[in-house]
């Protein structure tokens, strides 16, 4: 290799002694990210194309997924000069091409006084490499012209050499997986959790953007069906979506100790996925590999995947697919859209996606459920009444069918439980039907959750709380309020208080835990730190205004601005009668709170079914009229659950 030296921004590129610098900095960079590096910085700003670098890198006849070598690589010098791939100063990647090095470059004079050429690099490393040896010093003579002497013993050197250097080079590529068989499998790490980055899209076309978001789901989905590996879900790790972090920070944030990576490739009905796995306590590649498939052979896929996946982080039992009915690949993509505006929160768009996934399949029991969804969330967000009873129709028989069609897919049994739960108001069945759903995904966190609130209504406080638990191990960010609120219902208001401000501090700024950290003070009689908490939830203006109107009037007077407030609000948007009953019973307006729970009984308000384990009601739970509303619910009596 070349002793110049190439000089760019504040780094150093020392290729004689291998080395790259920063100040008196030496940067960690392994072999090939270092190599690539020198061919990039030496290209003096020209397109270096895929090609090329397996070419120069590996050779053009090596038998290996070099895609995935190429893209670790650039991800590790990325990571080594603290470049952003969407805001490159280093590498610019130029889709379905190559890179290019972009900063400006200088050579300064190597050790013998001359500069560095230009591609000495890569061109002098295999001499350099050989000097000393046996074959060197042959290849030596013979470039000068001299016949060497051989003997049999120099002859046999030789041969071993070269029969060692190929050894060295098949197993250090892992060529068809030579080194995982020669060596044994115990060798790889245990990984016990992992994280399912989001896909990178790397099709032409921007708005297959769901198409990523998509397949990152269904191999979440897949994975976690281990139940001795942990899968962080969904919405833990779309946080990381285009956020180019180093794998460890993100693998130490997620509590995993192995990440999958990788990128999907749309074009027409084919579909390239690359996908590789990380030991991220040592930043250690352990498998990868890449599929070219037709979209109707993606569920195949799928299960392949994870199973590949399962067996790599050293699983025995192997994910299955439950559903052994094949999916049309337009009714999939139409499925996969859905899911994607459904995330977004807009439901009536993921709706006609669902519809027309139906139409081009109707035995998608999948698409089935998703319907039914889109019916429930909207209304159980808050909905009049009119909405309500349009959603209950559709959205049960949806669920209904989706059941119908496959009685194995947990998804089907939890929109059942929702339907039941918060629309019929069926205790029984929705207890039924969300037993079914943990009893079909145990590591499905939204069926826990869902389990918690039935549960709870049901007044099995303590397994209630259990659930939300296991959901909150499962999926903690989805709902980082969501033990909090459990905590608050069942009266643990000191250990609902801690668990919140822990969860503020991991995940800080979101609104429902501000709100529910200021029910758990009230409750416990902080009165000033509740009205204090509340007021990081509205908008500067009414913030002022709450905190004015504490100083004013105290307690009482915090309490009436919040009911006049949410009053003039209803003069522009719906606001349930469910809401006006918790906030007239703050105020300690005993007729005016239940004024609105009868409204709420009459409007059938989903949330009503939570009347008895709401702190804000038990100052009338002797009431009559609190009573037969009870009682008009088919609810159990509630139990005493001591407060702090």
């Known amino acids: 290799m070349s002793s110049g030296v190439i000089k760019f921004a504040d780094f150093e590129l020392d290729r004689g002694r291998y080395e790259l610098r920063r100040g008196d900095r030496v940067l960690k960079l392994e072999k090939i990210p270092m190599e690539l590096l020198v061919l990039l910085a030496e290209s003096n700003g020209r397109l270096v194309t895929r090609d090329e670098i397996v070419g120069k890198i590996w050779g053009k006849d090596v038998f290996l997924d070099t895609e995935h070598g190429i893209n670790t690589a650039i991800r590790k010098i ?325 059941i119908a069609l496959d009685d194995s897919v947990a998804e089907a049994h939890l929109s059942m439980a929702a339907v039941q739960f918060f629309l019929r108001w069926n205790w029984e069945a929705a207890e039924r039907e969300s037993a079914r759903a943990v009893e079909l995904n145990p590591r499905y966190s939204e069926a826990h959750h869902l389990r918690a609130y039935v549960l709870l209504a049901l007044q099995r406080s303590e397994e209630a709380v259990q659930e939300d638990r296991k959901s909150m191990e499962l999926d903690p960010r989805i709902r980082p309020w969501a033990l909090g609120y459990m905590l608050l219902r069942t009266r643990q208001f000191e250990a609902g208080i801690a668990e919140l401000r822990a969860r503020d501090e991991v995940q800080p700024g979101d609104f429902i835990t501000h709100d529910i950290l200021s029910e758990l003070y009230w409750h416990n009689g902080m009165r000033a730190e509740s009205i204090q908490e509340l007021a990081r939830d509205y908008v500067p203006k009414s913030a002022a205004e709450l905190e004015a109107a504490f100083r004013r009037g105290g307690v009482q007077g915090a309490t009436e601005w919040r009911l006049a407030h949410v009053k003039k609000l209803q003069a522009r948007m719906y606001v349930s009668p469910w809401e006006f009953a918790g906030l007239s019973a703050h105020a300690g307006h005993r007729e005016e709170t239940l004024h609105w729970l009868e409204q709420s009984y009459a409007a059938h308000v989903p949330w009503l079914a939570f009347i008895q384990n709401e702190p804000d009601f038990d100052f009338i739970h002797s009431d009559p009229r609190y009573e037969a509303i009870v009682k008009g619910m088919k609810l159990p009596p509630a139990q005493e659950t001591p407060s702090n």
């Open 78 to 402: 990325r990571q080594a000069l603290g470049d952003d791939p969407e805001n490159p100063r280093f590498v610019q990647t130029v889709t379905g091409k190559g890179y290019r090095f972009v900063a400006a470059t200088s050579f300064a004079a190597a050790e013998n006084g001359n500069p560095a050429p230009p591609g000495a690099a890569l061109e002098d490393a295999p001499q350099q490499s050989q000097s000393g040896t046996a074959l060197g010093r042959v290849a030596a003579a013979t470039a000068e012209g001299k016949a060497p002497a051989w003997s049999a013993l120099q002859i046999a050197i030789v041969v071993f050499a070269a029969m060692m250097g190929i050894v060295a080079a098949v197993v250090g590529l892992n060529v068809r997986d030579v080194r995982d068989r020669v060596f044994s499998s115990t060798a790889k790490p245990r990984i016990h959790s992992l994280a399912v980055l989001p896909l990178e899209n790397l099709s032409a076309d921007p708005a297959q953007e769901y198409f990523a978001d998509g397949m990152t789901d269904e191999l979440i989905t897949m994975l976690a069906k281990n139940a001795d590996l942990r899968v962080v879900s969904r919405t833990s790790v779309m946080q990381y979506k285009k956020v180019h972090r180093p794998l460890a920070d993100v693998a130490r944030e997620l509590g995993v100790d192995g990440i999958l990576e990788g990128s999907v490739e749309r074009s027409g009905s084919r579909v390239h996925i690359n996908a590789q796995l990380i030991y991220a306590p040592q930043d250690r590649h352990v498998w990868a590999e890449s599929y070219d498939r037709d979209l109707s052979d993606l569920a195949s896929l799928q299960t392949e995947l994870a199973q590949t996946i399962s067996r790599q982080v050293g699983l025995t039992a192997m994910p299955v697919r439950l559903s052994q009915r094949s999916v049309n690949a337009e009714a999939y993509d139409r499925y996969l859209l859905g899911r994607y505006y459904w995330f977004g929160h807009q439901y009536d768009k993921s709706r006609e996606h669902f519809l027309k996934a139906i139409q081009l399949q109707p035995d998608y029991a999948a698409a089935h459920a998703a319907l039914a969804d889109s019916y429930t969330a909207p209304v159980v967000l808050g909905a009049p009444k009119t909405d309500m009873e349009e959603a209950m129709v559709k959205a049960e028989s949806a669920a209904r069918q989706a």
